[in-house]
């Protein structure tokens, strides 16, 4: 196939009117070009991990046609705890999806997430969910898979993308086996080594990796006492080094990778060894182990998240050390953002430049989490100067602002969206509150938006279609009424039926009558 053409990109401010034979939008003075191959799908997905199947089961509510390719033939296997924070988790119950994740997972107190420093959560932690869940990497996957497909997505193993071409109309993707399909969009969640972003061309600047470790699960042979002194001795200056426990007799290691083996070849069992006997002068009796890796610090951000109906999310757009665990998190984020939006357009009713607004949110959230991973990778390092700061950073964690601060910057549940002039409250997102019908995210599992009316005079009108309705005078909200987006952040504060209008219309479209 040709490289990627991007003619006639159709700008996110032109007049658009559904298509009601296929559900989909195209510039109001253009034709279809009978010669092009039908539209397949409305959207395809490229990539089957967490941000992948997160964005298909988002589309899905709304009736979006998805199918997800994916290169590896079988999901992941190596057993990798990854962590859920706060936000992803209140993520998970809007969509009644937490209570299927819990069995699964190990839960932790939600504290010595910056820099691993050890602080207790502070006060003020306004959630529900206000701890990390730990759960094996190939189970959470599994389960966002699942749910996807229950949800009507169809997902191909064994394909990968190989090329792509848009016009004003679609993209038509190639297969690495020469089958060409034909959708709507086209969503990269590919990976930091993302096919889709270096056809399209899009950059992908930022620092490579200067330090890398080795990180794994593996059985001990020695006592848990002992392995616990000698770690907290070692760890009051080697900040990149830990055995902690996985399971019964299982231990996650983490050693600096400096000197062992080619970077290129997979890390071994006796690499392992080699640098726990030079750090900690014993190799601990590691063996059986169930999954190693090795990994960098490298920081990248792809310079764009769309060009015309391609678009990026999850590593694809932004990589950075795992350092406080905000990867996995941070690509589910995206999906959220994006799934709804891109919904909207597909099925017709969205604002002319609601799907520009996927970049312009989240951007800026992957480059503070770019940052703030750029920092607590200083604090790991042994030199003098990096240790002073940490003691210092130590000290002032003892003041609840700080350490709230800094954990609402790792779990997400800090982010304000820029949505202009307004109370605080307005941009981020709404807790867990309670309402005559239960729980607030319990109304949201539908992925629509959400009026929630304490005056009980407020209505969404001819907005009914897309936005649900909920008058409570005794929710425990200290504002008249708030209008939610699908993906939970405050969008309206007030008790004005105009202003609602306006803003049901900026963030919901043209009313349906």
């Known amino acids: 196939m040709h490289p990627p053409q991007f003619t006639a990109d159709p700008p996110s401010t032109e007049p658009v009117e559904p298509d009601s034979t296929v559900g989909d939008i195209r510039p109001a003075s253009s034709a279809p070009n009978t010669d092009r191959v039908p539209h397949t799908y409305d959207v395809i997905i490229a990539g089957c991990g967490p941000t992948g199947a997160m964005l298909a089961a988002e589309l899905r509510l709304h009736d979006v046609r998805v199918l997800i390719v994916e290169q590896k033939t079988e999901p992941a296997s190596a057993v990798r705890i990854v962590g859920l924070h706060i936000r992803s988790l209140e993520l998970m119950a809007m969509r009644g999806l937490l209570d299927r994740i819990l069995p699964h997972g190990r839960q932790r107190p939600a504290s010595a997430f910056f820099a691993a420093i050890a602080k207790p959560a502070p006060k003020g932690l306004d959630s529900r969910y206000a701890y990390l869940l730990g759960i094996p990497q190939p ?34 993707v190639e297969l690495a086996d020469g089958e060409q399909l034909r959708s709507r969009y086209l969503v990269g969640c590919d990976g930091g080594r993302s096919t889709v972003r270096k056809l399209l061309g899009v950059g992908f600047p930022g620092e490579p990796a200067r330090t890398e470790s080795l990180m794994g699960e593996m059985e001990v042979g020695v006592p848990q006492e002992e392995i616990a002194a000698t ?62 890796s090795r990994f960098g610090d490298a920081t990248r951000l792809a310079d764009s998240y769309r060009v015309g109906r391609v678009l990026l999310a999850g590593d694809a757009a932004h990589i950075h050390p795992p ?20 919904a909207a357009r597909i099925r017709g009713w969205a604002p002319e430049a609601l799907l520009d607004t996927y970049q312009a949110e989240r951007r800026p ?56 002039a307004g109370p605080d409250l307005l941009g981020r997102r709404l807790p867990d509150i309670d309402v005559k019908q239960g729980h607030l995210y319990g109304l949201l599992h539908g992925g629509r938006g ?64």
């Open 139 to 172: 189970v959470i996957e599994r389960l966002l898979e699942e749910h996807a497909i229950e949800l009507g997505a169809q997902v191909r193993r064994g394909r990968a993308v190989a090329g792509f071409e848009q016009d004003d109309e679609g993209v038509t």
């Open 231 to 292: 770690v907290a001795e070692i760890r009051e200056t080697h900040q990149r080094f830990w055995l902690r426990p996985a399971g019964v007799g299982v231990y996650s290691v983490l050693v600096p990778a400096a000197g062992v083996s080619d970077r290129a070849e997979p890390p071994t069992l006796d690499d392992f060894k080699h640098q726990l006997r030079a750090i900690a002068g014993t190799d601990f009796g590691v063996h059986s182990p169930r999954w190693l």
């Open 323 to 342: 350092i406080g665990g905000q990867g996995l998190n941070l690509g589910v984020q995206d999906a959220f953002n994006l799934g709804w939006k891109l």
């Open 365 to 420: 959230v992957a480059e503070a989490v770019l940052d703030n991973t750029r920092a607590q990778t200083e604090l790991l390092s042994t030199e003098p100067g990096a240790q002073a700061v940490r003691r210092l950073l130590t000290e002032l964690m003892d003041f609840d602002e700080v350490n709230l601060h800094l954990l609402e910057k790792i779990t997400a549940i800090g982010i304000r969206y820029d949505f202009g």
């Open 450 to 513: 959400l009026l929630l009316d304490r005056t009980e005079r407020l209505t969404v009108g001819g907005w009914s279609d897309r936005v649900d309705y909920l008058a409570d005078s005794s929710a425990a909200l200290d504002v008249p009424g708030v209008l939610l987006r699908p993906d939970g952040h405050v969008a309206w504060i007030g008790d004005d039926q105009q202003d609602l209008d306006d803003h049901l219309s900026r963030w919901f479209g043209r009313p349906a009558h």
